[in-house]
């Protein structure tokens, strides 16, 4: 991933549900509000060596947003699993 074309408000994020992770991109205002509204994800600060070009390109291709209501994509799962917990 090139730094030069990631958005300044763009973060890749991951949720390990236990079993595995959830990968997203997330369009927030910076880290700490992520961190703040959900403590769950990772934020990675690259593109892991495994994750394709491709895969990347998708994930930004269908971006999530911190403030939307109701949450999508991984979000879901995430707030299903706090919900059981």
């Known amino acids: 991933m090139d ?6 408000d ?3 994020v ?4 236990g079993m595995g992770g959830l990968w997203a991109v997330l ?3 910076s880290e700490d ?4 509204k959900y403590p769950e994800l990772s934020i990675a ?3 892991p060596a495994w994750m394709t070009d491709d895969r990347m390109a998708r994930l930004r ?8 209501d109701p949450p ?4 879901v799962a995430l707030l299903a699993d706090r919900d059981r917990a």
């Open 3 to 8: 730094d030069a074309d990631v958005r300044a």
């Open 10 to 12: 763009e973060f890749l």
């Open 14 to 17: 991951c949720y390990d549900y």
């Open 27 to 29: 369009i927030a205002p």
């Open 33 to 36: 509000a992520i961190k703040s």
């Open 45 to 47: 600060s690259s593109q």
């Open 61 to 68: 291709s269908e971006p999530l947003w911190l403030d939307d």
């Open 72 to 75: 999508t994509g991984i979000l």
